[in-house]
């Protein structure tokens, strides 16, 4: 499997971390030559040039010590890179969101056992606070001067809430075509949202060349990328904790960068080889829209590389032409025996509704996508549906209220009299 090619960053954020700085962790490893490089503002490794991952050493962790913690992702800090007393720093404390059994839409679609890991109940209302509250962290231990990010939107919002609880001074950067609601949410929040004309890769470029010429930035998912990346984890450990400790038999994920099935995955096996839940075999799906579809493109042609794309889609939060994580995620579905599917804009907004009306649960449009690849995956026979299955809802709809606002509306306009309701038939 091939490294994609990146600069290394090394930007001079400080000296060095305190002693239990990062927690457990012991390295950065490099995920294609498993190069170890020292705890530090780096994500690519300076042999290869592969991305780098944080490694750990874990001391015995039990259920009991877990399920006394925090009901927020610093219960499991033992298995994320930051210090013992990470409660005690101001953050958006985001995590422990609902396992909704979803009775009816597992009706609606066919499947016997179905679950909604609800993340739309975060501080922003997107599983970005989570990743956004471990590289917080990093961030203060590198002493770093600027909390930034170039974001689709729902990172943005978080780096910016995240910022302002913590008092430290957040840039955002976002494509200039990014949905209203989500520019506004960040907004609120930062005097310094910048929005550029390109797309998500565009934004993403520009903050990685600032991220080498500027001392201090620390850009969440560029230069403090390993840790913010472990954040993800929490969505694995939470789920298989609320489901009892226990890991559910299929997932359904939604795939921009990637980063996210890639560390459910990893959470899985931590909890495995932790023995805090039973190995068993487990599949795991990718949903992607039709118009930023590399990695279901590639799975699907068969290829090991992805194709980058120029995104044209509803879905903006998953609209990463070049996800950086799309080879990990080939391997992963393939090797649990998943795939990774997509769905068009008006799928993903029949996504949007069906979710809405069988559970009650309005999302944005990268949740309408999973709905909606889930429904696929079941009639194409790709997903088993007699299985336990839990799909996640990264982000809340009201982020995302054009995508269906022409769709949906009043059943009637009527005169305020009891004929004319009747007239209606919703009787």
Same mark, same amino acid.
């Given at each position: 499997?091939?490294?994609?090619?990146?600069? &290394?960053?090394?930007t001079?954020?400080? $000296?060095?971390?305190?002693?239990?700085?990062?927690?457990?962790?012991?390295?950065?490893?490099?995920?294609?030559?498993?190069?170890?490089?020292?705890?530090?503002?780096?994500?690519?490794?300076p042999?290869c040039?592969?991305? *780098?991952?944080?490694?750990?050493?874990?001391?015995?962790?039990?259920r009991?010590?877990?399920?006394?913690?925090?009901?927020?992702?610093?219960?499991?800090?033992?298995?994320?890179?930051?210090?013992?007393?990470?409660?005690?720093?101001?953050?958006?404390?985001?995590?422990?969101t609902?396992?909704?059994k979803?009775?009816n839409?597992?009706r609606?679609?066919?499947?016997?056992?179905?679950?909604?890991?609800?993340?739309?109940t975060?501080?922003?209302?997107?599983?970005?606070?989570?990743?956004?509250?471990?590289?917080?962290?990093? &961030?203060?231990?590198?002493?770093?001067?600027?909390? $930034?990010?170039?974001?689709?939107?729902?990172?943005?919002?978080a780096?910016?809430?995240?910022g302002?609880?913590?008092?430290?001074?957040?840039?955002?950067?976002?494509?200039?075509?990014?949905?209203?609601?989500?520019?506004?949410?960040?907004?609120?929040?930062?005097?310094?949202?910048?929005?550029?004309?390109?797309?998500?890769?565009?934004?993403?470029?520009l903050?990685?060349?600032?991220?080498?010429?500027?001392?201090?930035?620390?850009?969440?998912?560029?230069n403090?990328?390993?840790?913010?990346?472990?954040?993800?984890?929490? +969505?694995?450990?939470?789920i298989?904790?609320?489901?009892?400790?226990?890991?559910?038999?299929?997932v359904?994920?939604?795939?921009?960068?990637?980063?996210?099935?890639?560390k459910?995955?990893?959470?899985?096996?931590?909890?495995?080889?932790?023995?805090?839940?039973?190995?068993?075999?487990?599949?795991?799906?990718?949903?992607?829209?039709?118009?930023?579809?590399?990695?279901?493109?590639?799975?699907?042609a068969?290829?090991?590389?992805?194709?980058?794309?120029k995104?044209?889609t509803?879905?903006?939060?998953?609209?990463?032409?070049?996800?950086?994580?799309?080879?990990?995620?080939?391997d992963?579905?393939?090797?649990?025996?998943? &795939?990774?599917?997509e769905?068009?804009?008006?799928?993903?907004?029949?996504?949007?509704?069906? +979710?809405?009306?069988?559970?009650?649960i309005?999302?944005?449009?990268?949740?309408?996508?999973?709905?909606?690849?889930?429904?696929? *995956?079941?009639?194409?026979?790709?997903?088993?549906?007699?299985?336990?299955?839990?799909?996640?809802?990264?982000?809340?709809?009201?982020?995302t209220?054009?995508?269906?606002?022409?769709?949906?509306? $009043?059943?009637?306009?009527?005169a305020?009299?009891?004929?004319?309701?009747?007239?209606t038939?919703?009787?």
């Amino acid at each position: 499997m091939s490294a994609p090619v990146i600069e &290394a960053v090394t930007t001079p954020v400080v $000296a060095g971390p305190r002693e239990g700085a990062f927690g457990n962790a012991v390295a950065l490893a490099c995920r294609e030559c498993a190069h170890r490089t020292a705890l530090g503002p780096f994500y690519a490794c300076p042999e290869c040039f592969g991305p *780098l991952e944080i490694a750990y050493e874990f001391p015995a962790v039990t259920r009991e010590e877990i399920e006394a913690g925090p009901r927020n992702i610093w219960r499991y800090k033992a298995l994320l890179p930051v210090p013992a007393d990470i409660e005690t720093s101001p953050n958006t404390e985001p995590g422990f969101t609902r396992l909704l059994k979803a009775e009816n839409l597992g009706r609606e679609l066919g499947i016997e056992s179905l679950w909604v890991k609800d993340d739309s109940t975060n501080p922003t209302n997107s599983f970005k606070d989570r990743v956004v509250a471990c590289a917080l962290s990093a &961030a203060r231990e590198l002493d770093a001067k600027v909390f $930034a990010c170039p974001s689709t939107g729902n990172l943005a919002n978080a780096v910016a809430a995240a910022g302002a609880r913590a008092g430290i001074k957040t840039v955002v950067f976002i494509p200039s075509n990014l949905e209203h609601p989500k520019q506004v949410n960040s907004a609120i929040f930062t005097e310094s949202l910048v929005a550029v004309d390109g797309n998500y890769d565009d934004v993403n470029k520009l903050a990685s060349e600032i991220a080498g010429e500027e001392e201090g930035w620390a850009f969440v998912n560029v230069n403090v990328r390993p840790y913010y990346a472990e954040g993800s984890k929490t +969505l694995g450990y939470e789920i298989a904790e609320q489901l009892g400790w226990r890991l559910p038999d299929q997932v359904v994920i939604p795939v921009a960068s990637g980063s996210q099935l890639t560390k459910v995955d990893k959470a899985f096996q931590e909890l495995i080889k932790l023995g805090l839940v039973e190995d068993k075999p487990y599949r795991i799906f990718g949903a992607q829209a039709e118009g930023c579809g590399p990695v279901a493109t590639a799975y699907k042609a068969g290829h090991d590389a992805i194709r980058p794309v120029k995104p044209d889609t509803i879905a903006k939060s998953l609209a990463i032409g070049n996800p950086a994580d799309g080879i990990y995620v080939l391997d992963i579905t393939r090797r649990s025996g998943g &795939a990774v599917e997509e769905v068009t804009d008006e799928e993903i907004r029949a996504g949007i509704v069906l +979710l809405a009306r069988t559970e009650g649960i309005f999302t944005e449009t990268a949740g309408g996508t999973t709905t909606a690849v889930t429904k696929k *995956l079941v009639e194409t026979g790709q997903l088993d549906p007699t299985l336990e299955t839990v799909i996640i809802n990264t982000g809340h709809g009201l982020k995302t209220l054009d995508a269906v606002a022409g769709g949906v509306g $009043a059943a009637a306009t009527i005169a305020p009299t009891y004929q004319a309701f009747k007239d209606t038939g919703i009787a």
